[in-house]
């Protein structure tokens, strides 16, 4: 199983973006997928999750600005990123568990500038 983010950047305080990434491989049901983050010297933090029937949730931190959405056709996960904040800069991973283990993207990095 292989987990492949795409987007992320750089954007002005306001700004938006997105983040989109793709599980590949043999994948058991319809599990729930996360984005975390991870800012520069603090530990990485789940944001945002979505079960496989799409119901959806997230941190305080961002609830209201990000949304998280999903195509289980294309066992795709997106997260939809707006009224960026300069505290929102980190490298952002999607996740999943399938069974006992855990699968992680590479990480994107997103850099939110005042």
């Known amino acids: 199983v292989q987990l492949q983010a795409s987007g992320g950047g750089s954007v002005q305080a306001g700004g938006s973006l997105g983040l989109s990434c793709q599980a590949s491989g043999s994948i058991r049901g319809i599990p729930t997928m996360n984005w975390w983050r991870q800012a520069p010297g603090k530990q990485r933090v789940m944001i945002a999750s979505?079960?496989?029937?799409?119901?959806?949730g997230y941190a305080d931190s961002v609830k209201g600005r990000f949304t998280i959405s999903r195509d289980n056709a294309k066992n795709t996960v997106s997260l939809q990123m707006s009224g960026l904040k300069p505290e929102d800069t980190a490298v952002y991973y999607c996740?999943?568990?399938?069974?006992?283990?855990?699968?992680w993207g590479q990480g994107t990095l997103v850099t939110v500038s005042s």
């Open positions: 979505i079960t496989g029937a799409s119901s959806t």
């Open positions: 996740h999943f568990r399938n069974g006992v283990r855990d699968y």
